[in-house]
């Protein structure tokens, strides 16, 4: 291979990322070395098997991601603003919607969601941290390194171009040659290791590690939602991992399971991954709604209403997105019959999702509601996540979606929820749960510039789409003609997309603006209106072991009991005993390492790398298994000086 074939060039836009790619990364090795920062990046995050770092570290990614997915979009409603425009070649521009997508979902979405669960759920449940410490930081590096290597794909080797649906033949050697495709199946698969041992941590953490007296119904609605999305992630995430090997078969040793040669079927890769790809939908939206519960009946100042009804609903939505794949083609023959059967199923998801806006809404009602900038982000996800539904509602008719199908209607309906409910509700839960990851405040005043920018350029973006999916706009051209008459709608649409890529600079130097100026915070009820355990810690940001004692339940809500019954937080010093906590280890990031090696090897198929890359995953595998760490134990002296207790 040359290495105007290794490294991608010829593309002024390429080379302005090289540009940037070098001086960011020389200007953090300056920075490490001058202010001799090496050693605390080792301790203190490289190593840290803490769940609410690796949550803070899952955060930082992903909002990264969403500055790599933001420009991609920007770039693509820059070449549609106009008829004709030469801004973008149809390559470019399919690789970048390839790659807008699949970060958005499996690089943005998920991390920012796993970050907030990583914060505040063992703290909501009062636990010390989760069930498999080590097994955390795993899922957080082999994540990052699965992130990274599909990243690098557009200055190395070139990106994919398939789609994030990668469906075949398109995605096949003949149609995708190159490692652009080989990037997305092995970043997605390295990534959705750790994925799936996050579901399996978190199942267990939430059934087995809950304080005294919080039963199942006791529990924060944050955190049944995120106990219903492991569930899922656990039976989905093996369907995703089996269908990207037997793609990986096809394009590196030559098998034939999804292609049109050697009796192999295209449409079972559609049927595999729509199979984990609704799923994935929700994965992404109840970890959202859970949210949302927590905000809206924190700044309402009311129990959530219909508790036990909203916990029902999460459940059967999370049945029902097993039921439902066939609807994203409807088209492609599957007949009258099973059509029907998968449109009623769809259609059946709307009555426990109904269900939950209703109860959002009547918990609202009559409360003392204060609008704060996450309570906007919920009461905007309320409104404009309706519009996503009603529209979803309309593709869920299988002769109707025939109009629909492949048209900008679909692309703005996919927005209207997604963006709504999981961007919306990322921002939300970030606003909200700032405090307890860095003991401030976000400025009140920029937020909720921020929520206005964002909102209305959202709406200003994605709204005309649905108009021009209906005058038959097709997704995924790079171009039209003058005489279609998309022009007027599309760069309405694109200045939308450049407000929201605003609100996001807002956003940026929000943190900035606070971290500056910002007062500290020196309770760990910071709103002053908690309701859940993790407010209930003595400080803002809390200690490394979460509780000094582990709190006891009585009832739901439990911090307002604390705060009508005036009891004081503080521990008292009779009950501390020393506390267990497990050690920090390099070993995850060093096995993940290995797993970059393995998969770029086998990216360019360059097996020998591959194999060394293997064994080295598999020492690592080893070095763990005769750890024979057992942790250490926090002293009563530290804790009673952590938690300033004098007496």
């Not at 098998?255 to 079972?268: I, K, N, W």
């Not at 209403?305 to 994203?328: C, N, P, Q, R």
């Not at 503080?570 to 990031?589: E, Q, R, Y």
Request: charged content about 10%; glycine content about 10%.
């Amino acid at each position: 291979m040359k290495w105007d074939e290794f490294f991608v060039t010829g593309d002024p836009l390429i080379y302005g990322a090289d540009v940037s790619i070098g001086l960011t990364v020389i200007g953090l090795l300056f920075y490490l070395t001058y202010f001799k920062k090496w050693q605390w990046l080792w301790k203190e995050w490289l190593t840290t098997v803490d769940h609410k770092k690796l949550g803070i570290m899952y955060i930082a990614s992903a909002v990264l991601m969403l500055f790599r997915g933001g420009v991609d979009a920007l770039l693509m409603r820059t070449q549609l603003a106009v008829p004709d425009a030469k801004f973008l070649d149809a390559q470019h521009y399919n690789e970048i919607f390839t790659t807008h997508g699949t970060i958005m979902i499996i690089f943005m979405a998920m991390p920012f969601l796993i970050g907030l669960i990583n914060v505040v759920i063992p703290l909501q449940i009062g636990a010390r941290d989760v069930a498999f410490p080590y097994l955390n930081a795993v899922s957080f590096w082999t994540f990052f390194i699965g992130a990274m290597l599909f990243n690098i794909s557009f200055v190395i080797g070139g990106s994919p171009s398939a789609g994030w649906t990668a469906y075949m033949p398109l995605a096949g050697n003949e149609l995708s040659p190159g490692p652009g495709q080989n990037y997305y199946l092995l970043g997605l698969q390295i990534a959705g290791i750790g994925t799936l041992l996050t579901g399996i941590n978190f199942l267990v953490t939430i059934l087995k590690m809950r304080a005294p007296g919080m039963t199942l119904f006791r529990m924060p609605m944050f955190t049944w939602s995120a106990l219903i999305t492991m569930v899922i992630i656990v039976f989905a995430f093996p369907i995703l991992t089996v269908a990207l090997a037997l793609m990986t078969f096809d394009r590196l040793f030559g098998a034939h399971f999804f292609t049109l040669q050697g009796a192999g079927m295209d449409m079972l890769w559609a049927n595999l991954f729509w199979l984990w790809g609704h799923p994935e939908v929700y994965i992404v939206i109840l970890p959202a709604f859970g949210m949302f519960s927590e905000i809206i009946s924190t700044f309402a100042r009311k129990v959530l209403f219909g508790y036990k009804a909203m916990v029902w609903a999460m459940v059967l939505i999370a049945a029902y997105s097993f039921l439902v794949w066939v609807h994203h083609f409807f088209t492609m023959g599957s007949g009258a019959a099973v059509n029907t059967a998968f449109s009623i199923s769809t259609m059946l998801i709307g009555i426990p999702t109904g269900i939950k806006i209703f109860n959002w809404l009547f918990t609202m009602y009559k409360g003392k509601i204060s609008f704060t900038t996450p309570m906007l982000w919920a009461l905007g996800f309320i409104v404009n996540f309706v519009v996503g539904g009603v529209t979803g509602v309309m593709l869920a008719m299988a002769a109707a979606d025939y109009q629909y199908h492949n048209t900008y209607f679909l692309v703005s309906h996919f927005h209207y929820v997604l963006i709504a409910g999981t961007v919306f509700g990322c921002f939300a839960g970030l606003v909200f749960w700032y405090p307890k990851m860095f003991g401030y405040k976000l400025n009140e005043r920029i937020g909720k510039w921020v929520f206005w920018l964002f909102m209305i350029g959202f709406n200003v973006c994605f709204f005309p789409q649905y108009f021009l999916g209906l005058d038959g706009m097709p997704r995924r051209v790079y171009t039209y003609s003058a005489a279609s008459g998309w022009g007027d709608l599309n760069m309405v649409s694109t200045v939308g997309a450049f407000l929201m890529g605003i609100g996001f600079l807002a956003l940026v130097y929000n943190i900035y603006y606070s971290f500056r100026y910002s007062e500290r915070e020196n309770t760990g009820d910071s709103w002053g209106l908690g309701r859940t355990l993790e407010w209930a810690t003595t400080s803002a940001v809390p200690p490394h072991y979460n509780f000094a004692v582990t709190p006891t339940v009585e009832g739901l809500d439990p911090v307002v009991a604390i705060r009508n019954d005036k009891k004081e937080v503080t521990p008292k010093l009779a009950d501390i005993k020393p506390i267990h906590m497990p050690d920090n280890s390099g070993v995850p990031f060093v096995m993940a390492s290995f797993f970059f090696v393995a998969g770029f090897g086998l990216v360019f198929e360059w097996y020998w790398m591959g194999i060394v890359g293997l064994i080295g995953v598999f020492i690592t595998l080893i070095i763990r298994s005769f750890d024979k760490n057992e942790g250490y134990y926090v002293s009563v002296d530290e804790i009673k000086e952590t938690e300033r207790i004098t007496v």
